[in-house]
């Protein structure tokens, strides 16, 4: 059996993403003995990765349409496949931006959250 993955090793991508799902939502449901903050961490996460979800598959569009701009056989066709591209690439970069910022203020909260804790905990 020394060949032989086991199952977390052998798990496709998407498995991963569902059991990291279970995970947070089993973890968000258990809302009895958790602190405001932490729901409110879960809820951002959760969140997060929606979006990141939602930029994996725009990325998969923006490939897709950059094939069609590549490949159209007309200069009005190629225009209208590019404002098109242009538009989800555009819409695509705030959303990371914005992912980017959100995790810059989570990071950012943590240390302000530790900090607080901190001084809590030597009075």
């Known amino acids: ?8 090793q052998s798990a ?14 089993a ?6 003995n958790q602190s405001t903050v932490t ?16 930029i994996r598959r725009n ?3 923006i490939e897709k349409k950059h094939d069609v701009a590549l490949k159209a056989a007309s200069k009005s066709t190629s225009s209208k496949a ?3 591209l242009n538009k989800l690439m555009s819409t695509t970069w705030s959303l990371l ?13 943590e240390k302000a959250n ?8 030597i009075s």
Not at 27 to 32: Q, R, V
Not at 114 to 121: L, V
């Open 12 to 25: 496709s991508p998407n498995d991963e993403q569902d059991l990291n799902e279970i995970d947070l939502e």
């Open 97 to 109: 931006q914005s992912i980017k910022d959100r995790l810059t203020k989570m990071k950012e909260d």
């Open 39 to 54: 729901k409110a961490f879960f809820k951002q996460v959760k969140e997060l990765k929606r979006d990141m979800e939602t």
């Open 59 to 61: 990325i998969d569009e």
């Open 114 to 121: 530790k900090a607080s804790f901190a001084t809590t905990s």
């Open 82 to 84: 590019e404002e098109t």
């Open 1 to 8: 059996m020394a060949g032989s993955k086991s199952k977390a």
């Open 27 to 32: 973890a968000s449901e258990d809302s009895g």
